[in-house]
């Protein structure tokens, strides 16, 4: 086992793979806690899909999540998102 509790055979497994989450589960508002993905990041996920609204959500306001979205993500150049 290694610090965090993962099998060797399972981290070098998790390091070659490409880890692919396509929901992150988060909420489609413009308040949503972004920080949170820092727990994929950290989990070694190589893409995660974020839903910015689906089909009982308007047009503008899948606009305004996805603005919110980008908005938080530009005030993080430096980080690996």
């Given at each position: 086992m290694t610090?965090?509790?993962m099998t060797a055979r399972a981290k070098a497994?998790?390091?070659?793979a490409l880890v692919w989450d396509a929901?992150?589960?988060?909420?489609?508002?413009?308040e949503v806690d972004?920080?949170?993905?820092e727990r994929w990041?950290?989990?070694?996920?190589?893409?995660l899909s974020?839903?910015?609204?689906y089909?009982?959500?308007?047009?503008?306001?899948?606009?305004?999540?996805?603005a919110a979205f980008r908005h938080w993500l530009a005030?993080?150049?430096s980080s690996s998102y």
């Open positions: 610090d965090d509790g497994l998790l390091e070659s929901h992150s589960g988060f909420a489609p508002t413009p972004l920080n949170e993905l990041r950290v989990g070694s996920v190589d893409f974020i839903n910015v609204g089909d009982v959500f308007h047009g503008r306001t899948r606009s305004a999540n996805l005030l993080r150049p």
